[in-house]
């Protein structure tokens, strides 16, 4: 008797191992799977400017990689100048391209430090982005927040009232854009989409539908390599006893089975049993730090 509805996931012709160099960038979910490969050995970097939960943000983030890799040119500065540093209303620096993790809080230093550690982040990321090989990105949501007045899309709203901004839901049709473009771009990297199986409830269930809805039907228009995370989420995992207690968030059995239906699909098999080597070193290693 069949107990859930398997999804079929075509193994690609290029396949993932230890030499490549992996750089996450999305929502929440990109942080999981992005750790995931880093516990089990990969060379992997997560998420540069915090979580980037709209396809604008991942588009801008990876521009700005671009032009400070020198693999993009541009006209304009890619750094971060004190221009950019705004001040939270709870009194931490951030600038509206970084998630709030990213920020520094007055208490810890002052808004030149912030600057300096922002750039010198940034060109580490660029650093790493240019070598790498394979770019993981997950999509949360087709909603964006604009500025007032600006056609700037914040990748967080840093707890601003909502009248400081505008919201936006961005179309298929302009999703579908910005990754064609990405991929021509770029065309030396190997770009993985995914969309993110955690609930935007904050969009309503029917607006988290349709967000994620324009999402898949992009990638599917672009012509992406696509995983999908947030099909076996609905489809193999639909019981709520895989979700956090949030009820929104995959448990974190829910991730660690994803992430292996992921290692199947897309990790080299001549891999697998260095990823056990590599996960009991990584383990060990947690349980001599407590």
């Not at 009248?163 to 298929?172: G, I, L, S």
């Not at 539908?209 to 999402?215: M, R, V």
């Not at 199947?264 to 001599?288: G, P, W």
Request: include cysteine.
């Amino acid at each position: 008797m069949k107990i859930l509805t398997p999804v079929d996931i075509p193994k690609p012709e290029r396949q993932i191992d230890f030499s490549c160099k992996i750089l996450c960038l999305g929502s929440c979910f990109a942080d999981s799977m992005g750790e995931k490969l880093a516990q089990y050995g990969f060379d992997c970097l997560v998420n540069p400017f915090g979580t980037l939960y709209n396809i604008c943000s991942v588009f801008n983030s990876l521009m700005r990689l671009g032009a400070v890799s020198g693999l993009l040119r541009s006209s304009d500065n890619p750094l971060f100048s004190k221009e950019d540093i705004i001040l939270r209303p709870d009194g931490k620096f951030v600038t509206w391209s970084h998630h709030s993790r990213c920020g520094l809080r007055q208490t810890e230093g002052t808004a030149e430090d912030f600057l300096k550690k922002a750039n010198q982040d940034l060109n580490n990321a660029a650093d790493f982005f240019c070598q790498a090989d394979t770019v993981i990105i997950t999509l949360g949501t087709s909603f964006v927040y604009k500025l007032k007045g600006t056609e700037f899309v914040v990748s967080n709203c840093h707890k601003f009232p909502a009248k400081d901004f505008e919201r936006v839901f961005v179309p298929a049709e302009d999703t579908t854009e910005m990754i064609a473009q990405i991929k021509a771009m770029f065309p030396k990297k190997r770009f993985i989409f995914t969309v993110s199986p955690i609930r935007h409830l904050a969009d309503g269930a029917h607006g988290n539908n349709l967000s994620k809805s324009a999402l898949l039907l992009a990638i599917e228009n672009a012509g992406a390599e696509y995983f999908p995370s947030y099909e076996i989420m609905l489809d193999e995992l639909r019981d709520y006893r895989w979700y956090a207690e949030d009820m929104t968030h995959p448990s974190e059995a829910a991730i660690k089975y994803i992430f292996e239906k992921f290692s199947e699909a897309f990790i080299a098999d001549d891999c697998k049993d260095q990823m056990k080597e590599n996960l009991k070193t990584f383990k060990a290693s947690q349980h001599r730090n407590k």
